[in-house]
């Protein structure tokens, strides 16, 4: 059965690192669900969130492989309790004047951003995970939804630890 | 001291004691061509790019140093690809060196551009677009410092021309720094005893010997191990000589066109120890059918090969020379503490079993006395004439497997193919490029097939303008043979497409056009004293034809696709069990 794993990837911020990422998963027909990618707190450094659906088999040989690739510096598994995953949706959703309130109402119980009122729309920023988007969107659609955009994951692990707590980068923390 | 890019590349392989590029001028590359005319380095002109990478793989293979290439940009770059992939499955260890388009044009569809890192990406190791000249020297060094560590592979540096001629201030430093890899040399030392272990307790242990031990060069630390416990050895494909093949504990070749014991070997154990090997699709037949009761020891230098077809009880990551030397300091201790006995497994009976399969399963080669000549006895009378000290270098098809299973090989390197990628027109420039790496004294033989030989022939002129001379053996059956096999076997002798005539062209015409001696066999009469004919000549190339009878076949055989117990030694079993399951 196909389970959903979350990979932090440390990586150095070289061009087409993620093109070699992202080749690598389409060649041995690995399935990814989300991609993040970003700066970090070392500006040499790049972290991508992965989501991929995969046996346990599988993901090891996902980890390795994504090892061998030079710029890979670190891969952490981030389990679903102990850490913190995130997405944004931005979602443009038809509002007139006659409604508008209910769909700010809606906003509010998901702790939701109203981004931008239009005459006939309006666009919320809401945050969460993947659970929390669908059930606004779910919500939202009967009004008609314009537009929809969403990230994908990002996670961090809970607690003191950071993924750079570990050989591959003591050198660069030290510098 | 202020220089060029270009002198940049020509220094820092200078620096890292290249002593032989195999490379073909270009636009892009013109700047590097200049100071290599003063370079510490020789430089063999090839006749197509795909010869240079061969040429490299065939040094490095010879050598187990670094081959290097060097060739322009776009189509020279693109004929690189075949190369480096087969250098990719192999593990050989490559440097390509690729000219690129101006960085200012690049992304703008230029004369001779082509996307040569994102083509590059799957079959490379690594490969690195070259941004500026100060990088140079750190690129080519960290290109080296990959291609040959951890698991060996190809790594390809494209450096754009205004680079190459662009100047800095040169620097060199021997010290290599890449966070990402770190190559796990040591195995750990628990699984290194728990290995032994499990080895003590087995009753048919075998050692599934691999490439792996072939590029770490670990032929004295294998020997020494398998000898002090008893345990018997296959080698691979990739692996013949690693062992020799006259070593009391050789079995024989495992694998789709194996030695019949050397396959059972592996089917009937309780315990693989996996050195360097990666349980192949050509090596275990039917993957869930293979060597069914086995409990497995895999030791590799690359995590990513453990578990990746089989399950393994006891896995260890690293260099497997280096493992076998803590296996080694383990049992040594152990003999001086007197509890050495203990973990040597009672393997006599199984031993025996195997010397027997061995002896009543021996190759058949059926050569009649007169007339016609079967392939198998021109590759083994090669073997007769040029021996041990030589080099054997094969294409792929019916002739590569030949002269695997029937040459006895006592080396490591002594042996050189195409085993991953089976990249047929191998043979010509890889037997160059290892001729080139070997030297004077050691014969290089190249053994190939007709169909091979026409796809890199060109090479021979490379062969003759350098002064490089190689023997030339074409099996010549005039037909794709291995593929004439199968059509054969499977497609109910359905020839399709699988021709080509015997004369065309007449290779001692071909012969003459390069200057070079040609000799064609076709009686087995001959064999011999033409053979030694060809022999005497060692200071220029030679071409050898050997017209065979085209109905020979290669086995043993396990049919495509099914399990290794399906092993067949004839046509004629074939057959049989094709008409027993259709009645």
Known sequence: ?175 | MEITGAQAVMKSLEMLDVDTVFGYPGGAILPAYDPMIEAGFEHVLVRHEQGAIHMAEGYAHATNRVGVCIVTSGPAATNLVTGLTDAMMDSVPVLAITGQVASTAIGSDAFQEADVTGITMPITKHNELVTSAERIPEAIKEAFHVARSGRPGPVLVDIPKDILSATFEWHWDDRVDLPGYKPTVRGHGKMVREALDLIASAERPVIYAGGGLVRARAAVELERFASLLGLPVVTTLMARGVLPDTHELFVGMPGMHGHYAGVRALQESDLLITLGARFDDRVTGKLDAFAPEAKIIHVDVDPAEIGKNREVDIPIVGDVKVVLEQLLTVLEDKQRKGQFEELVPDATAWRAHLGALKSQHPLRVDQPEQGVLKPQSAIRAVYDVWGDEAVYVAGVGQHQMWAAQHIPYTRAGQWINSGGLGTMGFAVPAAIGAKAGVGRDVPVVAIDGDGCFQMTFQEIAAAVQHDIPVVFVVINNGYLGMVRQWQSLFYEDRLSQVALPQDLPDLLKLADAYGIPGFRIDRIEDLYTTLEKAHAITDQPVLVECRVHPDEMVFPMVPSGASNEELIESAEEWYARVAEQQA
């Not at chain 1, 995970?129 to 059930?135: I, Y």
């Not at chain 1, 009967?142 to 707590?165: F, H, K, N, Q």
């Open chain 1, 1 to 175: 059965m196909n389970h959903r794993h979350t990979l932090s990837v440390l990586v150095e911020n070289k061009p087409g690192v993620l093109t070699r990422i992202a080749g690598m998963f389409a060649r041995r027909g690995y399935n990814i669900h989300s991609l993040a990618v970003g700066p970090t707190e070392d500006e040499r450094v790049s972290r991508l969130t992965l989501v991929v659906g995969t046996e346990a088999v599988q993901l090891e040989q996902i980890i390795k492989q994504l090892n061998k690739l030079v710029h890979v510096l670190k891969i952490v598994e981030l389990e679903e309790n102990a850490a913190i995953e995130r997405e944004m949706q931005l979602v443009k959703v038809n509002a007139d004047p006659a409604i508008r309130s209910q769909i700010i109402e809606i906003a509010e119980v998901f702790r939701a951003k109203i981004v931008d009122v239009d005459h006939d729309s309006i666009t919320i920023e809401v945050a969460g995970n993947p659970s929390k988007l669908e059930a606004i969107v779910e919500l939202l659609q009967p009004y008609g939804i314009r537009e929809l955009v969403r990230s994908g994951t990002i996670a961090l692990a809970r607690g003191t630890r950071s993924i750079s707590d570990g050989s591959k980068l003591r050198m660069r923390q030290v510098s």
